[in-house]
């Protein structure tokens, strides 16, 4: 079920393919190039709904059903995630969507607190 779609700096096309919990990595052509698996600690990603990168070309992962976004940088490697189920600023509900500005704000859809919750 790919979900998200976006695009690096580099041209490459980063889907979330959220049924095998993965973001699949292609080049411009569509030649396969990685995939992003896991999180910090070896976690399988959980859910990844949507994707966005960033003007430090780190790559934002919604994680659906964990509740959270994971961050890595352009090559995959795990930096950092944040947020977890609840209602507090941080906090998510079912999130669905990312877009990261080339100023550095993260917006993220916090889908049942019904708001859009923004990061820098």
């Known amino acids: 079920m790919p979900e998200g779609i976006s695009v690096s700096r580099n041209g490459n096309v980063l889907v979330a393919d959220s049924s095998n919990n993965r973001v699949q990595i292609f080049d411009a052509n569509g030649h396969h190039l990685s995939s992003i698996t896991n999180t910090g600690a070896g976690e399988r990603l959980g859910q990844p709904i949507s994707v966005a990168v960033g003007p430090d070309d780190w790559v934002y992962v ?10 890595f940088d352009e090559n995959g490697k795990y930096i950092m ?22 100023d550095g704000y993260i ?14």
């Open 107 to 120: 917006y993220v859809s916090d889908t049942y607190n019904n708001r859009v919750q923004i990061f820098k």
């Open 81 to 102: 995630s944040f947020g977890k189920k609840g209602d507090k600023d941080g906090e998510f509900k079912d999130p669905y969507a990312i877009a990261a500005r080339d």
């Open 62 to 71: 919604v994680e659906f059903s964990c509740d959270r976004v994971s961050v």
